[in-house]
């Protein structure tokens, strides 16, 4: 099983929709949660950190279920220059790493 | 954008090579991590440089390392190149010691193994 799961997509949305993202992940122990953005051949930019309360920044709202060990991302109002790979990111610690998962792709269309 | 550059952008090595890839952190950053990212998959930890020295190191054999200098500039070298090496190679810089610091990434270096 891999440590960070996502839906690899890709989501095709109308502007202007409504578009949730989930990620699980497999390590209990995990203690830090993040969203990165990745456009096409650039890099990796935090997007927001995800806390145990949720966390929103303009249209975009995380949530974070230590229960359940399951992340996720919400973005309200889709433009197109949403459109990138959306990727979720854990610090577990151990090893001073942070793993990713694979990315889920977005398409905002007109 | 993040102050963080990466040398080259591009790269083209056959196998059995060996390549160092170099990274200058943002201003008043202490840190740097490497990654490798291939094709459809997400950035994979290959290790993080503290006060130069190793401070973490992800799944990746002894023939990916790297070294820290004073300036606190990296450079990742890879011996014994493999096909399986062709990649976007990342670094990340951040200001404190640990990986759950925001770190704000180069553009990256994409190596092609022939």
New interface residues.
């Given amino acids: 099983r891999k440590e ?1 799961e996502q839906d ?1 997509g890709p989501f095709n949305v109308p502007e202007g929709a409504t578009v949730a993202f989930n990620c699980t992940y497999s390590n209990s122990a995990s ?2 949660f993040f969203w990165y953005r990745q456009d096409c051949r ?5 997007l927001m950190s995800v806390y145990s309360s949720g966390n929103e920044d303009g249209r975009f709202t995380a949530q974070l279920n230590r229960a359940s060990q399951y992340i996720s991302l919400l973005i309200r109002d889709s433009k197109l220059s949403d459109s990138a790979t959306y ?1 979720c990111v854990v ?1 577990t ?1 151990g ?9 889920t792709q977005l398409k905002v269309e007109l | 954008e993040t102050g963080v550059t990466q040398s080259p952008t591009h790269l083209i090595k056959t196998r059995g090579q060996q390549v160092t890839l170099r990274c200058s952190s943002q201003s008043g950053h202490n840190t740097v991590s490497w990654y490798q990212q291939a094709l459809g998959q997400g950035p994979q930890f290959i290790f993080q440089y503290y006060r130069e020295e190793e401070n973490g190191r992800g799944n990746f054999p002894p023939r990916f390392s790297g070294l820290q200098f004073p300036n606190y500039s990296s450079e990742l070298n890879v011996n014994a190149l493999e096909l399986d090496d062709s990649a976007l190679y990342l670094c990340a810089s951040s200001l404190v010691g640990t990986v759950s610091d925001t770190q704000y990434f180069g553009p990256g270096t994409r190596l092609t193994v022939l």
């Fill in positions: 960070v690899p203690q830090s650039k890099e990796p930019k935090l990727l610090y610690g090893g001073n790493k942070l793993t990713f998962g694979t990315g």
